[in-house]
T-cell receptor, first 115, second 113 residues
């Protein structure tokens, strides 16, 4: 079975400060991991993925995420937050050894960047 | 490129009415998906189509049917709408599976009264 948790419903950060949005997962085999962002009244947009290789993954809009196998985490980070980064962020995971290729999405974390 | 186009954007139905949500993609993607998004629940998969001619149930298929009309189009039908189906519905597509991520439409906000 595969599962994903986003332990924070909301993250608040001041503009210019670094931000972290947390994600932990559980799979039987190796994980495929994804981050998506949803702006108000819009669909989700793909940010980045980890399939294999380098543990630090760089994605769109200056975001990056670090895969940590020992801690089963895939936290989303950005060195300097912008007010325009305020949105809902979703982590997703799929067990690469599972029979289904459908990922499980987390419940989302609302990021609020204050001016 | 339009990407994934969903129609309508908003709809209000009375309990028991039927309707079809339309989805079309112009990226030549093989796989298409229907999700619903409810507050605090994240995204839940209703149905998906791995390739043209195939459809499979997701996590919450009850009360819904789908049709993969051709490679571009994947429709979702509510035969007898219920208030529990009030939600925001998203269609998504991917080249094949999820390795390249999904492209989502902008959603249909459905209210059943």
């Amino acid at each position: 079975a595969q599962s994903v948790a986003q332990p924070e419903d909301q993250v608040n950060v001041a503009e210019g400060n670094p931000l972290t949005v947390k994600c932990t997962y559980s799979v039987s085999g190796n994980p495929y991991l994804f981050w998506y962002v949803q702006y108000p009244n819009r669909g989700l947009q793909f940010l980045l993925k980890y399939i294999t290789g380098d543990n630090l993954v760089k994605g769109s809009y200056g975001f990056e995420a670090e895969f940590n196998k020992s801690q089963t985490s895939f936290h989303l980070k950005k060195p300097s937050a912008l007010v325009s980064d305020s949105a809902l962020y979703f982590c997703a995971v799929r067990d690469s050894s599972g029979g289904s290729y459908i990922p499980t999405f987390g419940r989302g974390t609302s990021l609020i960047v204050h001016p | 490129n339009a990407g994934v186009t969903q129609t309508p954007k908003f709809q209000v139905l009375k309990t028991g009415q039927s309707m079809t949500l339309q989805c079309a993609q112009d990226m030549n993607h093989n796989s298409m998906y229907w999700y619903r998004q409810d507050p605090g629940m994240g995204l839940r998969l209703i149905y998906y189509s791995a390739s043209e001619g195939t459809t499979d149930k997701g996590e919450v298929p009850n009360g819904y049917n789908v049709s993969r009309l051709n490679k571009r189009e994947f429709s979702l039908r509510l035969e007898s709408a219920a208030p529990s189906q009030t939600s925001v519905y998203f269609c998504a597509s991917s080249p094949r599976g999820d390795r390249d991520g999904y492209t989502f439409g902008s959603g249909t906000r459905l209210t059943v009264v």
